[in-house]
């Protein structure tokens, strides 16, 4: 699985760049602060993942709070056939120490 460091993600969503993000944390966590993305609780991915309509092509990056329940979260989606996730390396922590800098 192939992770995608804060700095890149910050440059990626500055830029515009054509990728999906799929934001797994809680209602509580997702409300308190985010980044914009599809908000899918972790627990609740594989009923998204049957109903949506996502394509598999589509470059696709997994966030939570600290990188590691969107890295189940990936593999999830890994197995599931989509072929272009990535998870947000150190998650929103890291990117909000990015965003200081």
């Known amino acids: ?38 908000h899918v609780p972790l627990g609740k991915l594989e009923n998204y993942i049957e109903d949506c309509d996502l394509d598999k092509q589509d470059e696709i990056v997994v966030i939570c709070q600290r990188g590691l329940r969107s890295k189940t ?12 996730v990535r998870n947000l390396s150190g998650g929103l922590l890291a990117l909000r120490k990015a965003s200081m800098n």
């Open 1 to 38: 699985m192939e992770s995608i460091s804060a700095i890149e993600l910050k440059q990626r969503i500055s830029n515009n760049d054509s990728l999906i993000m799929i934001d797994v944390r809680d209602n509580i966590e997702f409300h308190s602060f985010n980044i914009g993305g599809i």
């Open 73 to 84: 979260a990936a593999v999830i989606l890994l197995n599931k056939g989509f072929m272009n």
